[in-house]
């Protein structure tokens, strides 16, 4: 069974330091690893997506990277603003489609 | 396109009573997930269908649980008879082959 761990479950940082925040999976068999963020109350939105034969994709201020050997993934978000401020998830396509979930990395950017 | 659709946003209801969710994917996509994410387990898969088949049910906690999608616009998640433990936000979600899923805005169900 696919497990994604990510720790710390919450972090705090002042605005403008870089975010870093890390994602490990037990099975590397993997098609591709998604990261996606929650705002309280609200649905998920997905933020980038890596397939398995990436190493890294960017978006703006987002870079994520893919160590599918390891079962590692890392999100950047350079530059923290408040509105950065929200729970990260990361997810793995797996077997017949599965996605599995980590818990999530709460994130609070102070102004 | 409007995104992933999910009816109602809220439901509150008492226990024994029958829940019925909705589910509208984005047009072209030819899986739909359906999720349940509670505080003490976070986000976890229920069932997920291709091409309105069902494929993977083996998330679905027990026979009160039932999921149908009659049509590629179209799934449903129902609970009957429904529980405390039931209370949780509900999403739905679709994606075209192995890609990107989208979800929806979820529908937060409550139990009494």
């Known amino acids: 069974k696919q497990e994604v761990t990510q720790i710390p479950a919450a972090l705090s940082v002042p605005e403008g330091e870089n975010l870093v925040l890390n994602c490990s999976f037990t099975d590397s068999a993997i098609y591709n690893l998604q990261w996606f963020r929650q705002d309280p109350g609200k649905g998920l939105t997905s933020l980038l997506l890596i397939q398995s034969s990436q190493r890294e994709q960017t978006s703006g201020r987002l870079n994520a990277s893919l160590d599918k050997s390891s079962g590692r993934s890392t999100l950047y978000i350079a530059a923290s603003q408040p509105g950065d401020s929200a729970t990260y998830l990361c997810?793995?396509?797996?077997?017949?489609?599965?996605?599995?979930f980590g818990k999530g990395n709460q994130v609070v950017v102070i102004p | 396109d409007a995104g992933v659709i999910q009816s109602p946003r809220h439901e509150v209801t008492e226990m024994g009573q029958e829940v019925t969710l909705r589910c509208k994917p984005i047009s072209g996509h030819d899986y739909l997930f359906w999720y349940r994410q509670t505080m003490m387990r976070g986000l976890e898969l229920l069932i997920y269908?291709?091409?309105?088949?069902?494929?993977?049910d083996s998330g679905m906690p027990e026979d009160r649980f039932s999921a149908k999608m009659p049509n590629a616009s179209f799934s449903t998640l129902k609970i009957q008879p429904s529980e405390p433990r039931d209370s949780a936000v509900y999403f739905c979600?679709?994606?075209?082959?192995?890609?990107?899923?989208?979800f929806g805005p979820g529908t937060r169900l409550t139990v009494l």
């Open positions: 269908f291709n091409n309105n088949v069902p494929i993977d």
């Open positions: 997810a793995v396509v797996y077997g017949n489609n599965r996605l599995a």
């Open positions: 979600a679709s994606s075209f082959v192995q890609g990107e899923q989208f």
